[in-house]
């Protein structure tokens, strides 16, 4: 009995969350799952519109947008555990893409390069303008369908990874990625090609509802 009670409460508590999150992205589809421990961020203008969410995604890392930073997730991808996205520019990520545990992909450099302006920066409050990714380099990022990105893996500014491509734990990507490769190492390079060819381990996708 008190153990049924108990999952009835972890589930009122997953909708309630599920709903409060969803205010603050534009969903575009339905049966978007948020974990209890996800979070929404939008600063420095930001609103839910620069967040759009395919139908079937799972959330339980970060999603933050500054002013007009854009993040696009498509249909059936997630967003793994304590993973974080951070946009100032444009992060776009396909569907059926796996974003592991411990990732991060942004698509700036957080702060400017030049030491100067970091000393002026360090001068002023946290929140401040001196302080907004807006002041640092920034370019788009692309992760295409059927991707998976390893834990703890880093994903800079300006690139493109192709469809079907992994990156392999710990990696840092500096440069685009083929289609249907493997990248592994920091900074991250191809160890592996045509992965698309290698043996099936399902024939069908009857096998998954066996």
């Known amino acids: ?93 396909g569907s059926y893409t796996a974003i592991a545990d411990n990732v991060i992909v942004c698509d700036n450099n957080n702060h400017p390069v030049n030491p100067l302006d970091r000393h002026i920066m360090r001068q002023t409050p946290s929140g401040s303008f001196a302080r907004s990714w807006i002041n640092s380099d920034n370019a788009p990022i692309y992760i295409g369908d059927d991707c998976w990105v390893g834990q703890y893996s880093r994903i800079c500014k300006g690139v493109k990874i192709g469809n079907g491509s992994v990156v392999a734990a710990n990696s840092v990507v500096t440069k685009d990625v083929p289609d249907n490769c493997i990248v592994a190492g920091n900074p991250a390079r191809v160890v592996k090609t045509d992965i698309d060819k290698l043996t099936r381990r399902y024939l069908t996708s009857v096998e998954l509802t066996v």
């Open 1 to 93: 009995m008190i153990g049924r009670i108990k999952n009835l409460a972890k589930l009122l508590v997953d909708r309630y969350i599920c709903a409060k999150r969803s205010k603050k992205v534009a969903l575009l589809e339905r049966n978007v799952y948020f974990h209890r421990r996800s979070k929404i961020s939008l600063i420095d203008g930001a609103t839910s519109s620069n967040i759009a969410i395919g139908s079937n995604s799972k959330i339980f890392g970060t999603l933050c947008c500054c002013k007009d930073g854009k993040i696009s997730i498509g249909s059936y991808s997630q967003i793994g555990h304590h993973s974080s996205l951070r946009s100032v520019n444009n992060i776009t990520i």
